[in-house]
């Protein structure tokens, strides 16, 4: 609705009240969030014309706005641009430019702008360093991913749920499932519980190498640990075991699902068309 709230922008000014930062924030935000980029820097420059000074959540909206946009070089000409008009970035700005970076591929500068953030700006906090680590592992550099989430470790940071998980699909999605193994079972030693989202990681993972006994056996242990499977880590586990010819186990875990209320989805049911047709193409032949 940012054209109805433009027009309450239009009635302040009208009735002589002129917009604070906060006003130009909100809009400037709207336009964002629509990818209007370019009029958000219009917005952005009429502030400071009519003498209102951009504060750092001004920036790290406009920063996010072209990180989304795809468009980095401008985002980090607004980012040179905080400390010359005497802001000063926060670990928001350097979150949210380091996930740009990670998103278009840019894993180096991303690592080059944590060492600066290490050398003059604010602590890295757990979400800048797991930005890190999910880009490292999406470009394949797992050593480097491992030697910062040991870092990480030592640090005064304590590593939870969701940086674990990150290790372990880059580990999984890179054919070395032995690892994603070892550190899911390195959780517990730092009293930490697996997640569905963990299981069905490794599940998958386990699938994805031809190990479906050690699938199964890991999905049924997560009742063990308190932790139900839902329809996602169904789904995920009955298209694994079609997949690795274990037709059988995936019509049980299918029964099952649905008697809890769950639907097969869009990729399982193809699955199992694709199942039946060659079923009857061979009844026929």
Do not use: W
């Not at 047709?277 to 061979?282: D, F, H, I, Q, T």
């Amino acid at each position: 609705m940012l054209s109805k709230a433009k027009d309450i922008v239009d009635t302040m000014i009208k009735q002589g009240i002129e917009p604070d930062v906060v006003t130009y924030n909100s809009i400037i935000d709207g336009l964002c969030l629509q990818k209007q980029m370019d009029k958000a820097k219009r917005v952005f420059q009429l502030m400071i014309e009519k003498g209102c000074a951009p504060n750092i959540r001004s920036y790290n909206i406009m920063i996010n706005g072209y990180c989304k946009a795809k468009r980095l070089d401008e985002a980090m000409e607004l980012f040179d641009e905080i400390t010359q008009n005497g802001q000063i970035p926060d670990t928001v700005t350097y979150n949210t430019l380091m996930q740009g970076m990670c998103q278009l591929g840019r894993v180096a500068t991303a690592c080059k702008l944590l060492r600066t953030l290490l050398a003059s700006g604010p602590v890295p906090d757990l979400v800048t360093c797991s930005i890190l680590l999910d880009g490292l592992c999406k470009s394949g550099k797992l050593e480097e991913a491992l030697k910062l989430f040991r870092a990480m470790q030592k640090s005064r940071l304590e590593v939870d749920i969701i940086s674990y998980s990150i290790l372990i699909d880059g580990f999984c999605k890179a054919g070395n499932v032995e690892a994603g193994k070892e550190l899911f079972h390195e959780l517990s030693v730092n009293g930490l519980k697996p997640n569905v989202y963990t299981y069905s990681i490794l599940i998958n993972g386990f699938c994805r190498e031809g190990l479906p006994d050690e699938a199964y056996q890991l999905f049924r242990s997560m009742r063990d640990n308190d932790c139900l499977p839902n329809s996602c880590c169904y789904n995920a586990t009955i298209r694994g075991f079609l997949r690795n010819s274990y037709t059988s186990k995936a019509t049980q875990l299918l029964t099952e699902m649905v008697s809890k209320g769950f639907s097969a989805d869009i990729s399982t049911s193809t699955l199992f068309l694709d199942l039946i047709l060659r079923s009857n193409e061979s009844i026929l032949i």
